[in-house]
C-alpha cells in the first residue's frame, strides 16, 4: 500500500500548452496520464470550473479571458478514484499568436510593381 500512495503522491502533472492571443484571449489544453473520474479547475486566480471524469491521454481544451500578459497558472484537483485524489499547482508558459494574420501580399505586389515599372534615369 504504502509504494502506490507514494507514486501518486509523485505524481507529474498533466501535460499543458497554453496559446494566448494579443486581445488576452486564451486557450489551455491538458492531457492527463491517468483517468480522473473527476475534475476541477482554477485558472489564474480565476473561479472553479469543473471539468467532469477524463479519459487517460483525451484532450481536454480550456478556454477564457486574461487579465493580463504573462505566465498561466493552474491550479488543478482531479480524484483518481473514490479514495484517492491528487491537487496540482503548476504555470504554463503560453504561446502568444497574433489575432488575425498580418496582409502582407498587399505589400509584397506595390514593391514589385514598383521595381518593374519604375522608369530609368539618364
Given amino acids: 500500500m504504502l509504494p502506490i500512495l507514494f507514486s ?3 505524481a507529474a502533472p498533466p501535460e499543458a500548452s497554453a496559446f494566448v492571443s494579443s486581445d488576452g484571449q486564451y486557450s489551455l489544453i491538458l492531457r492527463p496520464d491517468v483517468a480522473w473520474e473527476a475534475a476541477e479547475i482554477s485558472i489564474s486566480g480565476d473561479g472553479a470550473e469543473d471539468l467532469g ?3 487517460a491521454g483525451a484532450e481536454v481544451r480550456i ?3 486574461l487579465s493580463g500578459p504573462g505566465t498561466i497558472w493552474v491550479n488543478l484537483n482531479a480524484a483518481i478514484d473514490d479514495d484517492t485524489g491528487i491537487n496540482w499547482v503548476f504555470s504554463v508558459e503560453p504561446e502568444v499568436v497574433p489575432v488575425r494574420s498580418p496582409h502582407l501580399a498587399r505589400y509584397a505586389r506595390r514593391s514589385l510593381r514598383w521595381c518593374l515599372f519604375k522608369r530609368r534615369q539618364g
Fill in 8 to 10: 501518486l503522491a509523485h
Fill in 53 to 55: 471524469s477524463i479519459e
Fill in 63 to 65: 478556454d477564457g479571458n
